[in-house]
């Protein structure tokens, strides 16, 4: 409770200090946040604009695609890569300065492959996404005390056994930190490529509405979009502790 009041204390002085500073100034240019509910009702009621919940689901289920992805992909990759050292040694750098690429690079030629439609968006947002889990699923697997796996081993325990009863608590910490980051990679690469180049989706709204010149509605699905983030990444956040307290 405590905690919440010293976020609604802050939010509360935020608004507050974005109110007094942008209401003198001219309003096309600087909006205040005391316009942003009559954006939102002009998004969902004016039938000249976009509807703005087709294009948020979009949005969320090209997320919800994305992370799937990402997640499939990257544990398997990860628990191969874990299971064989070799391969470990031999594509892990590799996974490494890939990683390292500034994302923004990949786009132009994601859009030549599959177009301006949500298959693009879906390939950033895995590509974003991938990376993190990955890496996460490797560290987790290497950082195992092999001393446990020798023990079960030695006891006979199935490799499957192995994995579940031991790897798996061993790494949750570390696997629940890369899954979290992966979603909100994930998250903002679907925005940043519906930003870029899109015919559907919230970054697409918020380009109409921007070459419109609609700024209290675009700065309404700024906020929107940031409001997203922070949703998905504090639900990502209770899943890690929950994730950190099952492994002791």
């Known amino acids: 409770m405590r905690l919440l009041l010293w976020r609604a204390a802050f939010l509360a002085a935020a608004l507050g200090t974005w109110e007094l500073i942008a209401r003198p100034l001219n309003p096309v240019l600087y909006v205040t ?72 690079v990949w786009y132009p030629s994601l859009m030549l492959l599959f177009g301006l439609g949500p298959a693009s968006k879906v390939a950033f947002g895995f590509l974003l996404g991938f990376f993190p889990v990955v890496l996460a699923v490797l560290a987790g697997m290497q950082q195992t005390d092999r001393h446990l796996v020798t023990v079960a081993r030695a006891m006979g325990a199935s490799p499957w056994a192995i994995y579940w009863k031991v790897m798996l608590p061993a790494m949750a910490g570390t696997l629940a930190s890369g899954l979290r980051s992966g979603l909100a990679l994930c998250t903002v690469g679907v925005l940043a490529g519906e930003l870029l180049g899109s015919r559907a989706g919230i970054g697409f709204l918020i380009n109409h509405v921007y070459n419109l010149l609609r700024t209290p509605e675009y700065v309404a699905l700024a906020v929107l979009m940031a409001a997203v983030v922070v949703v998905v990444d504090v639900a990502a956040g209770r899943l890690e502790a929950r994730a950190k307290q099952w492994s002791g």
């Not at 689901?57 to 191969?80: E, K, N, P, Q, S």
């Not at 890569?81 to 070799?86: E, N, S, T």
């Open 33 to 104: 946040p005391s316009a942003l509910p009559g954006a939102v009702v002009r998004l969902l009621s004016q039938p000249d604009l976009p509807p703005l919940l087709e294009h948020l689901g979009i949005t969320l289920r090209t997320i919800a695609a994305a992370y799937a992805l990402a997640v499939a992909v990257g544990l398997t990759l990860g628990f191969l890569m874990g299971f064989w050292p070799l391969l470990a040694r031999a594509y892990e750098p590799i996974l490494a300065g890939l990683y390292a690429v500034p994302s923004v």
